[in-house]
């Protein structure tokens, strides 16, 4: 694996980790539409993170989404709860920064934050120990 892929990867861990950072800040601060919002992103960068590695990258979160279920957590790499957490995280996303008069609860907004946290963690091991042992 080339130098390149594997710093990109671990730019976007920490780009995910800064979202997980700021979706917990704001969580505690009530802000329940910023801490949706950037507890996806922290999703997605994990996400990238992953792709990183081996050279793929989309322009549409689709794309990142689709590849990364098909990639990684259909052929067993990550677990299939990680499925859920993504397509939840992206809905709830999608919903509160698009649709109007759209009203998160508390409850989903720490659910996908605390998600979020377990998401960005498995991706942070993964990485870890791929690029150790590559």
Known sequence: MDEERKALALFRIEKAKNDLHDAQ?????????NAANRSYYAIFHAARAVLALDGLDFKKH???????SKNYI???????SMAKMIKSAFSIRSESDYEDFYVLSKADVEQQVYDAGIFTDEVEKYLNKRIILE
């Open 25 to 33: 800040e704001t969580l505690r601060l009530g802000m329940y539409n």
């Open 62 to 68: 689709a794309g990142v989404v689709g590849t990364f």
């Open 74 to 80: 259909k052929t067993g790499i990550f677990d299939p």
